[in-house]
């Protein structure tokens, strides 16, 4: 693995204010745009180094009946659309450019990648970002862990609790378990790259934070202990049987804009 950090761009290059300027946007006309992917990590993370590079692109989500909102909401505040990829996959994506210049991709009620994320839940809460189990969900569901990946998931393991936590965001056990007790091939991919932490952390100290608020090994190991326990259901047992003799995991290809 290579490390996670690159040469950091200048406070030019960083993309999370200019992410926050369209949430916060949205926000004020009366509809709700989350920040994915390491953006959202730093947002609930904030006291940790950033994983921050030249060019970084925009990752949010919006649900579906609010989507052309969303998209007149985006180039009213100057993004420019890709018209011909919006009008082939609005429905499940959208792609911007902007004002920066960076790209912006937009998820749709789903993040599809090695398995599909229902996120609409979501959107329940006036966070900026994901809700944390569905922002830890959305990057533990990849079946082949690069750096980025894992340093997004040692950040959240270190600064945000497994379970309640008075006045602050939580990892909460019963959304985690909500997607893995319905479907083997989730619980097969995510307990497989929590089963993966120690190994990594272990080659690669600088995963983690310095000073985490939380264990993140400790805390991994409660989600394994959760997701071992939750009851599963006769779709999930009748898959489990099957194992590894088919694959359960999707390998998500790049998409042209």
């Known amino acids: 693995m290579t490390t996670p950090n690159g040469p950091a761009g200048s406070a ?34 904030p006291g940790f180094p950033p994983r921050q590079r030249a060019g970084q692109d925009i990752d949010l989500a919006c649900q579906g009946k609010v989507r052309r909102k969303v998209a007149d909401h985006l180039e009213q505040a100057g993004c420019q659309p890709d018209k011909r990829f919006n ?10 450019n902007a004002p920066s210049g960076r ?58 609790r497994v379970g309640p936590d008075e006045g602050r965001p939580f990892i909460d056990t019963d959304r985690f378990c909500s997607v893995l007790s319905g479907d083997w091939g989730w619980w097969r991919t995510t307990t497989g790259s929590l089963n993966k932490l120690p190994d990594l952390l272990a080659a690669q100290p600088g995963l983690a934070p310095p000073n985490p608020r939380f264990d ?21 047992k009748t898959r489990a049987k099957v194992g590894d003799r088919v694959r359960w995991y999707e390998l998500p290809e790049e998409v042209d804009h």
């Not at 204010?17 to 993370?45: H, Q």
């Not at 009008?87 to 911007?96: A, K, S, V």
């Open 87 to 96: 009008n082939l996959n609005g429905d499940r994506q959208m792609y911007f």
């Open 216 to 236: 993140p090994l400790t805390q991994a190991k409660q989600l394994l202990e959760v997701a071992d326990a939750v009851p599963k259901g006769l779709k999930w």
């Open 103 to 160: 790209p912006i991709d937009v998820m749709v009620d789903r993040l599809s990648m090695c398995h599909t994320l229902d996120f609409r839940p979501s959107f329940d809460s006036p966070s900026p970002t994901l809700d944390p189990a569905d922002l830890l969900l959305s990057k533990l569901q990849i079946f082949e862990l690069n750096a980025k990946d894992a340093h997004d998931i040692f950040h959240l393991l270190s600064g945000v």
């Open 12 to 45: 030019a290059d960083d993309p999370l204010p200019e992410a926050m300027t369209l949430v916060r946007g949205a926000s004020d006309a009366g509809y709700r745009l989350k920040i994915l992917g390491g953006l959202g990590v730093r947002v609930l993370c």
